[in-house]
Nanobody, 119 residues
Framework: QVQLVESGGGLVQAGGSLRLSCAASGSIFRINAMGWYCQAPGKQRELVAN???????NYAGSVKGRFTISKDNAKNTVYLQMNSLKPEDTAVYYC?????????????WGQGTQVTVSS
C-alpha cells in the first residue's frame, strides 16, 4: 500500500505565493510520475502539473509561468511552487503518483489540500 500526504495549502491574497508538498510512503519500488490536480466547486478535477521520473514536466496553460513543479527523489516528495496566485486558482489540490510496487503499476491519490485565494 502507498500513502500520499499533502501539506502547504491555505488562504492567501491575490498575487501571493504558496508551496504545496506531497510525500509518498509505503511499498514503493519506483515512482514513474507525480503530479498535482485541482478541483474547484462544481467543476471536474483537472491537471495542474506533472513531472516524470525523467524530470519531464507538463503544465496546464492557465498556470504556465506562475507555478513550478519539482521533486526530491530521495524523499519521494513532489512540490508545487505557486506564485502570482489568482482567485481563480482557488480549489482543492490533490497529489497523484503513478507507483510501481509488487510488479504492478497503480495511481494513488492524496486526500487533498485547500487553496483559497482572496481578491
Amino acid at each position: 500500500q502507498v500513502q500520499l500526504v499533502e501539506s502547504g495549502g491555505g488562504l492567501v491574497q491575490a498575487g501571493g505565493s504558496l508551496r504545496l508538498s506531497c510525500a509518498a510512503s509505503g511499498s514503493i519500488f519506483r515512482i514513474n510520475a507525480m503530479g498535482w490536480y485541482c478541483q474547484a466547486p462544481g467543476k471536474q478535477r483537472e491537471l495542474v502539473a506533472n513531472i516524470t521520473s525523467a524530470v519531464s514536466t507538463n503544465y496546464a496553460g492557465s498556470v504556465k509561468g506562475r507555478f513550478t513543479i519539482s521533486k526530491d527523489n530521495a524523499k519521494n516528495t513532489v512540490y508545487l511552487q505557486m506564485n502570482s496566485l489568482k482567485p481563480e486558482d482557488t480549489a482543492v489540490y490533490y497529489c497523484a503518483a503513478d507507483v510501481e510496487a509488487r510488479g504492478s503499476s497503480e495511481v494513488y491519490w492524496g486526500q487533498g489540500t485547500q487553496v483559497t485565494v482572496s481578491s
